[in-house]
């Protein structure tokens, strides 16, 4: 997997491209914790060359949902491609999230 870091609105944007797997989710871990130490932290996940997420990778994504949450912050996708869209909406993580069509806009949304 691989994990490329930019800033949109002034929101750290993670695109993520792979599989975010067992073996990949420890990665995505190591580079999230100096964001999730920040008081009201926002990020955005740019999903979109993503190509596959287990069950590993979905505890990822709620994880950092919940350590976000309880310090005023948030997490919000974008661009999710069709596997992880379908997944999403399968899991019914689509009520729990901010999902948006692009990193840009989703960091828009996290500012409200």
């Known amino acids: 997997m691989e994990i490329t870091l930019s800033v949109a609105n002034g929101i750290p944007v993670f695109s993520l491209a792979g599989r975010l797997d067992a073996v990949t989710a420890p990665l995505l871990e190591e ?3 100096p964001v999730l130490v920040e008081e009201s932290a926002r990020i955005v996940m740019d999903c979109l060359e993503l190509g596959y997420v287990s069950s590993a990778g ?6 950092t949902q919940r350590h976000l949450a309880a310090k005023g912050g948030g997490v919000a996708f974008a661009a999710l491609a069709k ?4 997944l999403f909406h399968l ?4 009520e729990l999230f901010v999902i ?3 990193p840009a806009a989703a ?3 996290l500012k409200r």
């Open 31 to 33: 580079r999230l914790r």
């Open 100 to 102: 948006e069509e692009t």
């Open 83 to 86: 596997p992880v869209r379908d």
């Open 91 to 94: 899991a019914g993580l689509e």
């Open 107 to 109: 960091a828009a949304r």
């Open 58 to 63: 979905l505890r990822v994504f709620l994880s």
